[in-house]
């Protein structure tokens, strides 16, 4: 059962725009906070932002400004538009939602790849 489906990555210049998307089919999704994570090669994976269910919002210092992450509780889906990309973007990109368990939520997606290279 695939919980979190991540969709919107792919090549973009630096200085470009992506905007990913986070299907949530978990029961009740509206109730759990989300979070999306990168990882790029040789790196641990990092937080880049979270947003909980009243929509107070996080991020990671390397993406203030430049990242947004927004949720839809109608349509239980979580985006976060990337806005003046940069190489050191490139990563993949995980969605995390659900229970709270060990310093993170309990579910992943799949991830997607945001490369940015010119």
């Known amino acids: 059962q695939v919980l979190l489906v991540e969709s919107g990555g792919g090549l973009v210049q630096p200085g470009g725009s992506l905007r990913l998307s986070c299907a949530v089919s978990l029961p009740f999704a509206s109730i759990y906070g989300v979070a999306w994570y990168r990882q790029a090669p040789g790196k641990q994976r990092e937080l880049v932002a979270r947003?909980?269910?009243?929509?107070?919002?996080l991020y990671a210092d390397s993406v203030k400004g430049r990242f947004t992450i927004s949720r839809d509780n109608a349509k239980n889906t979580v985006d976060l538009q990337m806005n003046s990309l940069k190489p050191e973007d490139t990563a993949v990109y995980y969605c995390?939602?659900?229970?709270?368990?060990?310093?993170?939520?309990?579910?992943w997606g799949q991830g997607t790849q945001v490369t940015v290279s010119s």
């Open positions: 995390n939602s659900g229970p709270w368990v060990g310093g993170t939520f309990q579910y």
């Open positions: 947003i909980s269910t009243a929509g107070t919002t």
